[in-house]
């Protein structure tokens, strides 16, 4: 009976360091997020009424492809969460727990 309590334990430890390790990618996902936005509004103050801005628009385009693909990974790394929250009893609990502050 305790061999078995055993496996449950290292089971529920090996599902807690996937969802922390899955929340800390997130985590670090969204902090390259933030840096895309604050270099972007760097970029915008950089424009002039006068001017001709096709070279400083020209920089953004390839910063909002690779936040789309960023924000697609992140929301789908989200959703596989969540499916994968219902494959146990306890799951959901933990996948709740993991974005708590």
Known sequence: MTLMR????????????VYVFRYETISDLMQ??????????????YFRVSANNECRISALVPLVK???????FITSM??????SSF????????????FLP
């Open 6 to 17: 055993g496996k449950q334990l290292m089971l529920w430890i090996a599902i807690i360091v």
């Open 32 to 45: 390259l997020q933030d840096q895309i936005e604050s270099f972007q509004k760097m970029v915008f103050s």
């Open 66 to 72: 690779e936040s789309w693909g960023i924000y697609r």
């Open 78 to 83: 989200l959703r596989a969460m969540y499916r």
């Open 87 to 98: 494959r146990c009893d306890y799951c959901f609990l933990l996948f709740l727990l993991t």
